[in-house]
């Protein structure tokens, strides 16, 4: 038997083993991983910047500068970190849901019709409509 495994073998004898109850498990939650992180700061962003900031200008795209006005200030009301919006930002262009064209960014036409109706247009709709076949 190699040393490492006697160290691990004894090791887990003298350890206190307790049941996993709930009140157990609440204590050693896991980290979110990189997927679930991910799709927490697009839904951030979508729901709090995004989905907000179209209903206000009332059009399907909206600039830059616009964008910076309404970022800086969720950020600074919901105290979320600005590199969080950043990242989920990026991340909704690269899923396709916002287009971008120089200084101009839209949404994916397929969410027009709710821009039109202005009803509140949560993430996993968003989802759902992009990825539809029609």
Known sequence: MFKCDYD???NNKDRNTEKMTLENYKHKER???KHASSTENRRLVWE???WPLI???NRNYFTLQEYH???DSICENKEILPSKVAGGFVSLLVKGILVREKN???IHYKL???MRKKVHLDYGTVIREINTKK
Do not use: A
């Open 8 to 10: 691990i073998k004894s």
């Open 31 to 33: 980290k979110k991983g």
């Open 48 to 50: 709090f910047v995004i």
């Open 55 to 57: 209903l206000e200008v």
């Open 69 to 71: 006005i309404k970022r």
């Open 104 to 106: 101009i960014y839209s």
């Open 112 to 114: 027009i019709p709710y």
